[in-house]
């Protein structure tokens, strides 16, 4: 038996962010790791390891955010850690789209954009499908490629994209990019069985 907790990873961590991903947790019968949120992150992965473990059950969604700041920050050496832990299996990551100075990017399995569409083409901080296929630009998604995980979703900024994820109006692309990592990653399968 797989002991290993089951994690999605989300590359966004404002305030926004906290309310809509504590919404879509509660929706889906998952669990949000609120203490993880931060811009930029300030907790350590060795501490976020140790509070998903605490966490009454799975699927639990962790924030991380770089809050702009250029190469690795505080925030992707807070994922990498969590991502390469021997007791985490993530299911897939959430990587947001924003505008940065230095643009970072890396490359996606799919994106999701702000009419809930599925696009191979990158997208914008606002879900607007952009010219390249297969990646978009964001603050903390400049590891994710070295990374082995079973999806990497990219979406528009968390409970924004002009109104159409809004906390309001249930953050309908988060939550959709969301059950994809669970119905992707095969999660939803594997917890049939269990049952």
């Known amino acids: 038996?797989?002991?290993r907790r089951h994690v999605i990873l989300i590359t966004d961590g404002d305030?926004?962010?906290r309310k809509t991903v504590e919404r879509v947790a509660k929706e889906i019968g998952g669990r949000c790791?609120?203490?993880?949120?931060g811009n930029p992150s300030v907790l350590t992965g060795q501490q976020i390891v140790k509070l998903i473990k605490k966490v009454s059950h799975d699927p639990v969604l962790v924030m991380f955010d770089d809050s702009g700041f250029i190469g690795e920050g505080a925030g992707e050496n807070a994922l990498k850690y969590v991502a390469c832990h021997k007791d985490i299996d993530v299911l897939g990551i959430i990587a947001v789209a924003s505008k940065t100075k230095q643009a970072e990017w890396t490359k996606v399995d799919v994106c999701i954009d702000n009419n809930g569409e599925l696009t191979p083409y990158g997208v914008d901080k606002f879900g607007v499908p952009e010219m390249e296929i297969g990646r978009i630009n964001g603050d903390t998604v400049y590891c994710l490629d070295q990374l082995d995980v079973p999806i990497i979703v990219g979406i528009?900024?968390?409970g924004k994209m002009s109104k159409k994820d809004h906390y309001d109006a249930g953050?309908?692309?988060?939550?959709k990019a969301v059950e994809l990592v669970l119905e992707r990653s095969g999660y939803?399968?594997?917890k049939?069985?269990?049952?």
Do not use: V
């Not at 953050?171 to 939550?175: A, H, L, R, V």
């Not at 049939?192 to 049952?195: P, V």
């Open 1 to 3: 038996m797989d002991d």
């Open 171 to 175: 953050s309908p692309i988060t939550k």
């Open 188 to 190: 939803y399968g594997t």
């Open 15 to 17: 305030d926004y962010a």
């Open 33 to 37: 790791l609120s203490l993880s949120h």
């Open 156 to 158: 528009g900024d968390i």
């Open 192 to 195: 049939r069985e269990e049952r």
